[in-house]
DNA sequence: CCCGTCCCGCAAACCGGTTTAGTGAGCGCC
DNA sequence: GGCGCTCACTAAACCGGTTTGCGGGACGGG
């Protein structure tokens, strides 16, 4: 196959110099109109597009953003935050021809990755997601000179630009919404609680009952998986007083409750109220349809990338407050049982 | 913060040219020992590595793969094969270092984005996956002279390097089975029949039901969704003679399946077995727990990985041939009901 | 002692863009 | 008519690596 063009080969059949050929594709000032035509069109004819790797070189600017996922494979595909996440990020870098690296890695190898994105220069800065608590990141990447912004709620940013997508009010409206309906013995199905959005959906509903005057129902971890929230489950359902209602940390957790219960003999939502979180698309479809929460994530990501864009342009970017997750009863909750 | 050190800086700090550094970085011959540990000892010092940008444009070799996925993002968070797939591409390129452009569009702009990564230069090579009936992409590739290699059955790569991870002897097996536990109708909610892996799936069921001598039960489009499963199996328990056993094309619809049943006061296994597709986490957990089929994913996504380097490594790769997928048998199955 | 080899290492060119620092032509103005 | 300005364009340097081609010193053999 044929050698593709080159600038040079441009400037050549247009009859200009490089230079022209670069200040034409960039709409710099300096050129007249008719030679800009002129240009374009060799340009077209010969189907040339300007290499990134040279771009990037004489730019010092990679052209791409990066992404690091540091979970267990089995727990990223559970929930489908990443993939609307990454869609709304290449939204918003669609446009510029910009494109998104994304490395999954184990929690092991996590800071190492990020150093060798630092060190390569093959991003021009990355979105951290996951935020745990005591997260070694943003120092992480302040050291490295990495640019980054925090998908995430500012309190957790250590300085960083922060873009904000609230899922606290979806809890809290899901707690009262449970009181309301009579239930007083109120679980939740933890996320880890080292990640701060898990901790965070953990005081949500703690800090709500406490409002209510009612008293903290038990806790236990579901790992954010199927297993942990059939276990978790299977646990608060022999207890000799088992809750009314089950908080759960997200959608796969609930919808392996929502079966553990059943199995158990329990009906959903006669004697046992249930709540997820994410909105899966599966929700809609158990039985019965699971109550959750929504949050925009293809927003997220757009919103993300752009904040990250303003970050790299030198801009001072305040922090970006998402409209919050909005809980989705549906009729997995129902009035609680007489006792 | 300071300038990042560039190879110059590296060599003056060793005293040698940057020639020999160059050369001491990539173990070629010519450079002493004793000058090769110190060249790498003034880098380690100086926190040196190779840009990529500048290393790409010599080199010629952007140092990364491309991975275009163009199905609606929600579809694409509804299974779990993209996640491990990725975890095992970056598995084969995380040790050289390179990296994996992930670009999620619209089918319609599928083409656009192939395009513009071939002109950009910005990877080495892409993976296909989703492959469709008359799918433009091994031509269109070819056209563009990007390197690719096919993730799927060599049928359908069209003269381009495959690895193919069969899935036909789990639905064999699955049909195989059913039949053996009595069933005679057996119905299939297919996926999009444009993807050659929803056909092959439904050639599979199709045609061990040929095998068997058993009539092909109905048919319906699943859509690989939730709600389509559910609208399907609806359908379908809703006949006058309602089909004893379901396979569905994947998991999220068997899923979705499995409640619809158990709203319509079906019981499974006992009048309706049903089978998935996937091995999805939660499969373990439903009620019952659903029967399903195991692929390596990953391991897929590592030998895709380590395909496309040959292939750009010039070699003349034949096609690649992983063990299939795997029946896993769960209680979702049993016996025919007596008629 | 002289010459051919081998081993090391360097200067310079190159990859394909962008950018700086001019150059020359044309024009208005006094 | 000469000066100064603007406009359109270019030559050359630069980004940070890799690679080619060559030179100098040590060593061994005749």
Partial sequence: MARRPTIADVARHAGVSR????FALNDRPGIA???????????????WTPSRPARALSLG????????????????????????????????????GDGLMVH?????????????LA??????????TDLRHEDPRPALTHRLGLPAVVVGQSEWSDGLTSVGLDDRPAYVAAVRRLAELGHRRIAHVEGPQEFRH????????????????????????????????????????????????????????ATAGLSVAQELGVPVPERLSVVGYDDNPLTRYTHPPLSSARADARGWGEAAAQALDR?????????????????????????????
């Fill in 19 to 22: 230079t022209s050929v670069s």
């Fill in 119 to 128: 060190a390569d220069r093959r991003v021009d800065g990355v979105l951290l």
């Fill in 311 to 339: 970050v790299l342009a030198g801009e001072e970017v305040a922090h970006v407050v998402l409209p919050p997750a909005e809980f989705i009863p549906r009729a997995s909750i129902g009035p609680a049982p007489r006792p």
């Fill in 33 to 47: 109109e008719e030679t800009k035509e002129r240009i374009l069109a060799a340009a077209a004819e010969l189907g």
């Fill in 198 to 253: 898990a901790h965070r959906r953990r005081s949500a509903w703690e800090e709500t009952l406490g409002d209510l005057g009612l008293p903290p129902g038990p806790v236990l971890p579901g790992g954010f998986t199927a297993e942990g929230g059939a276990r978790a489950t299977r646990e608060l359902l022999s207890l000799a007083e088992p809750p009314t209602a089950i908080v759960y940390g997200n959608d796969l957790a």
């Fill in 104 to 116: 999954l890695t184990t929690p092991e190898r996590e800071e190492s990755v990020y150093e060798r």
């Fill in 61 to 96: 600017k990679a052209g791409a953003f990066g992404l690091v996922l540091a979970r267990d494979p089995d727990q990223i595909g559970a929930d489908l935050f990443f993939p609307a996440f990454i869609a709304g990020v290449e939204v918003a870098l669609g446009e510029r």
